[in-house]
């Protein structure tokens, strides 16, 4: 048997171009995209909590961690965000089986959940700025209220994304391009969810235990 491969040439000239695109499984091209962004997203993180590292002992004669947090407020915060992550896989499942009214209720509570961690964490900040803890008050501050802030205005961009989806969904259903771009969204939420852990262990219980 012979085989046969597309011709580089027109005539005498050289093709720089394909006429045919080859085809690529549907949302192929979509989820790598989206895990290429997810890498980027990490090392923005990477380089925050190293920031905070070299800095975690740069009071400037100011207030500690121990002076500053509450656990019991940020272990209730913390409880939002995973209780968040439990739903959204729950929305997945009802997805996946074509339920369109349980994802889109369970997107909801997902939904809630973000918006109270949102909620407890600008009252922490608030709370914190009352005291005069500002970022302008120490390098430790600076890092922490840089670090905690990029991690939520990323939940605030989640939030948003997600009741985008939830109108996409109400109006056209769980199609292949809305069960895709769910998909993205729950890897970009339970990376929240494990980014969050790791400022809740290494900025907030282990600055309290020094």
């Known amino acids: 048997m012979s085989t046969t491969t597309p011709s580089l040439y027109d005539g005498d000239r050289p093709l720089f171009h394909l006429a045919e695109e080859p085809h690529h499984p549907d949302g192929h091209s979509t989820m790598l995209g989206f895990w290429l962004y997810l890498m980027s997203d990490c090392l923005i993180f990477a380089a925050l909590f190293a920031m905070y590292a070299t800095t975690a002992q740069s009071f400037g004669g100011g207030p500690g961690p121990k002076e500053l947090f509450e656990l019991p407020l940020v272990a209730l915060n913390t409880a939002m965000l995973l209780f968040s992550s439990i739903t959204y896989g729950f929305a997945m499942l009802v997805m996946e089986k074509g339920n369109k009214g349980a994802t889109l209720l369970w997107l909801a509570i997902t939904g809630l959940f973000g918006a109270a961690f949102l909620s407890i964490e600008l009252y922490e900040f608030s709370h914190l700025i009352h005291e005069g803890a500002t970022p302008q008050s120490s390098a430790f501050l600076s890092s922490f209220f840089t670090l905690v802030g990029t991690h939520g205005l990323h939940v605030t961009v989640g939030i948003v994304w997600l009741i985008t989806l939830m109108v996409q969904v109400g109006r056209k259903g769980l199609i292949p391009a ?31 235990a020094r």
Do not use: P
């Not at 494990?194 to 290494?202: C, L």
């Open 178 to 208: 809305n069960k895709r771009r769910l998909m993205c969204l729950s890897m970009f939420w339970h990376f929240l969810d494990v980014v969050w852990i790791g400022v809740f262990t290494f900025v907030y219980l282990m600055g309290v």
